[in-house]
């Protein structure tokens, strides 16, 4: 998952998880490696056009570039339903993005909205702080931390699954293709699919449909949503077995599992009131949003998304890269970007000539 070109991870605990600060050192040492001349703490102030080419203004200087790459991220900033801003004021708000620990709620159950990777985990976390939780569940992918004896991810990169091409061009903004995935990186392996969250008295609810005061409204459609990532996840397994009988492992790994059983929606209920039910804070884990108040170059649609296909915009050197589906299923991921690196390289220097390729600037928004 962490590959680059010409770099790889060479610790001691490669089925391992990094944390953040490793992950830093990592992207580091790999600019270091070859002397990419990166310049650390530029806050981005503007990118206009400026002639042929733009004008990059940052607090480290100013740049005249004949190409821009915009590299500043899918995950930008916390995207927050507008039903948050009519909710008790007494009420604590965190997102996914801001929280750091369960003790920094207060003492009551906590609302956790979002069901996806982050979602499931802070459900997780904070349940093991004792705290009640109940969770809004959203559209989703159910997957085991492990299959097999091997590593869930093992098997999405080995069959091709992450490296696979977006069929169709997906509108930046837009919904991904397949709803991201309910994993946890930690060292035990735990599993935070819904079935395990409710076998540890977690609150299982549909999805989030409005509000205001203290009381929030659900779609009646947690067993709907539950039911197609249960049958996502069977036809997953059955391609893995498939797999694993084309190449030989057969013999090698464990044995299939029997399938863990869905879950059996305990209740139906559509309407919370959260004092009543003593929740005293609410966790949104609804996903990201990007910004570009710097960027004054027409390239915007009406929702503030770049206009880009696979990764190229409608102005002449203005790339972008790592946006979610670019053209791949890992287009975000570290391991995913080099595919969409490479093409808009290869078009910078078919644009400019391969002896004008120092003549651009990356715009990158640190991990």
């Given at each position: 998952?962490?590959?680059?070109?010409?770099?790889?991870?060479?610790?001691?605990?490669?089925?391992?998880?990094?944390?953040?600060?490793?992950?830093?050192?990592?992207?580091?040492?790999?600019?270091?490696?070859?002397?990419?001349?990166?310049?650390?703490?530029?806050?981005v102030e503007s990118v206009r056009s400026a002639g042929a080419g733009y004008?990059?203004?940052?607090?480290?200087?100013?740049?005249?570039?004949?190409?821009?790459?915009?590299?500043?991220?899918?995950?930008?900033?916390?995207?927050?339903?507008?039903?948050?801003?009519?909710?008790?004021?007494?009420?604590?708000?965190?997102?996914?993005?801001?929280?750091?620990?369960?003790?920094?709620?207060?003492?009551?159950?906590?609302?956790?909205?979002?069901?996806?990777?982050?979602?499931?985990?802070?459900?997780?976390?904070?349940?093991?702080?004792?705290?009640?939780?109940?969770?809004?569940?959203?559209?989703?992918?159910?997957?085991?931390?492990?299959?097999?004896?091997?590593?869930?991810?093992?098997?999405?990169?080995?069959?091709?699954?992450?490296?696979?091409?977006?069929?169709?061009?997906?509108?930046?903004?837009?919904?991904?293709?397949?709803?991201?995935?309910?994993?946890?990186?930690?060292?035990?392996?735990?599993?935070?699919?819904?079935?395990?969250?409710?076998?540890?008295?977690?609150?299982?609810?549909?999805?989030?449909?409005?509000?205001?005061?203290?009381?929030?409204?659900?779609?009646?459609?947690?067993?709907?949503?539950?039911?197609?990532?249960?049958?996502?996840?069977?036809?997953?397994?059955?391609?893995?077995?498939?797999?694993?009988?084309?190449?030989?492992?057969?013999?090698?790994?464990?044995?299939?599992?029997?399938?863990?059983?869905?879950?059996?929606?305990?209740?139906?209920?559509?309407?919370?009131?959260?004092?009543?039910?003593?929740?005293?804070?609410?966790?949104?884990?609804?996903?990201?949003?990007?910004?570009?108040?710097?960027?004054?170059?027409?390239?915007?649609?009406?929702?503030?998304?770049?206009?880009?296909?696979?990764?190229?915009?409608?102005?002449?050197?203005?790339?972008?890269?790592?946006?979610?589906?670019?053209?791949?299923?890992?287009?975000?991921?570290?391991?995913?970007?080099?595919?969409?690196?490479?093409?808009?390289?290869?078009?910078?220097?078919?644009?400019?000539?391969?002896?004008?390729?120092?003549?651009?600037?990356?715009?990158?928004?640190?991990?």
């Amino acid at each position: 998952m962490s590959r680059l070109p010409g770099w790889h991870y060479t610790g001691s605990d490669p089925a391992g998880y990094m944390p953040a600060r490793s992950v830093g050192d990592y992207l580091t040492s790999y600019a270091q490696a070859f002397s990419a001349p990166v310049v650390h703490g530029a806050d981005v102030e503007s990118v206009r056009s400026a002639g042929a080419g733009y004008q990059v203004s940052t607090t480290a200087g100013r740049w005249i570039a004949g190409s821009v790459v915009v590299a500043t991220g899918w995950c930008d900033q916390a995207s927050v339903p507008p039903t948050a801003s009519g909710l008790d004021p007494r009420l604590v708000q965190q997102t996914a993005a801001t929280f750091r620990s369960a003790a920094d709620l207060p003492d009551g159950g906590v609302l956790v909205v979002g069901a996806s990777s982050s979602g499931v985990q802070l459900a997780d976390e904070i349940a093991g702080s004792g705290r009640p939780v109940t969770l809004a569940v959203g559209s989703h992918s159910r997957l085991p931390r492990t299959y097999r004896g091997m590593d869930i991810l093992w098997w999405l990169d080995g069959m091709g699954v992450l490296d696979r091409r977006t069929p169709v061009h997906i509108a930046p903004g837009g919904p991904a293709a397949e709803p991201s995935v309910q994993l946890v990186g930690r060292s035990d392996g735990r599993d935070v699919d819904l079935r395990s969250l409710q076998d540890r008295g977690i609150a299982l609810l549909g999805r989030l449909q409005g509000g205001e005061g203290t009381r929030i409204r659900f779609a009646p459609d947690l067993a709907g949503t539950s039911a197609r990532a249960d049958e996502r996840l069977t036809n997953l397994l059955r391609r893995i077995d498939a797999y694993a009988r084309a190449v030989g492992l057969e013999d090698e790994i464990l044995a299939a599992p029997p399938t863990v059983p869905a879950i059996h929606p305990s209740e139906t209920r559509t309407e919370l009131d959260l004092t009543a039910a003593g929740i005293r804070s609410i966790v949104w884990a609804t996903g990201y949003r990007r910004s570009y108040p710097w960027l004054h170059v027409p390239v915007l649609d009406e929702a503030g998304e770049i206009r880009h296909v696979a990764g190229s915009t409608a102005a002449p050197g203005l790339h972008v890269v790592g946006m979610r589906m670019q053209t791949r299923r890992n287009s975000t991921f570290i391991d995913g970007v080099r595919h969409d690196a490479a093409a808009v390289v290869g078009r910078i220097l078919d644009d400019l000539g391969a002896g004008a390729s120092s003549a651009s600037v990356a715009l990158g928004r640190a991990a």
